[in-house]
């Protein structure tokens, strides 16, 4: 079966510097939810989008954007890049929300020098 | 606000042994109730989910969990561990209408071979 989707699986950055993760949800979902796992952590979450518009936001830096497209893909845009900012980032995808269990990917993990 | 506690951070059994795994949530209202995996290095899995029914509900690989509303847990429980079954477990809760999820600590399990 069809699983998330994350590109890249690895991304190193320096400080100040832009990142961009992709996520592409499981084929027929329309919920897609971004969480960032820090070194030894529980994954917090961050923000998700059901039909492509925002349906909520949790701990996500000023810093950081992101958004759902047509296709149902995810972007989360991140920049001026700390390092703080090093970890894993899952995105997981569901249809509908609130109802449905959400299937992870395999995460970025994203190093910042 | 809502919160999910893991007891254990970290178990150590022999193969064999049986394993119960403490998840206790706090929330207000109807609730979702997750447990998933992390083997060493790969991303979360989905072990089994509570969304309503049977409060005793089997997932893979033999794991098991069951729901006391009157406690707010959902004890993870596999009879015999195996060596494979190495790995981190994290306890989670969703609810609302986003449907986005909040984690526990996670309990890293070690199984000797």
């Known amino acids: 079966a069809a699983g998330v989707i994350q590109s890249p699986r690895h991304l190193i950055k320096e400080k100040r510097e832009t990142a961009t993760l992709k996520c592409y949800p499981i084929p027929r979902h329309d919920t897609v939810y971004w969480y960032q796992q820090g070194p030894g952590q529980d994954p917090q979450f961050l923000i998700s989008?059901?039909?492509?518009?925002q349906s909520d936001k949790g701990s996500i830096p000023d810093r950081f954007s992101a958004q759902q497209f047509s296709d149902y893909h995810s972007e989360l845009n991140m920049s001026s890049l700390e390092l703080g900012d090093s970890a894993l980032y899952f995105c997981a995808s569901s249809w509908g929300q609130g109802t449905d269990t959400q299937y992870f990917g395999p995460g970025t993990r994203l190093t910042v020098l | 606000a809502q919160s999910v506690s893991q007891h254990n951070h970290h178990v150590i059994l022999s193969e064999a042994a049986s394993l119960e795994l403490g998840c206790n949530y706090s929330?207000?209202?109807?609730?979702?109730l997750f447990w998933y995996v992390q083997y060493p290095g790969q991303h979360l899995q989905l072990l089994l989910k509570?969304?309503?029914?049977?409060?005793l509900v089997k997932g893979i690989k033999g794991f098991e969990a069951e729901f006391i509303k009157s406690k707010f847990s959902f004890n993870l429980r596999k009879p015999s561990v195996q060596w494979s079954d190495t790995a981190e477990y994290f306890c989670a809760v969703g609810g609302g209408s986003q449907g986005n999820l909040i984690f526990g600590k996670g309990t890293k399990l070690s199984v000797k071979p």
């Open positions: 509570y969304f309503s029914g049977d409060p």
């Open positions: 929330y207000g209202g109807t609730v979702n």
């Open positions: 989008f059901y039909e492509k518009m």
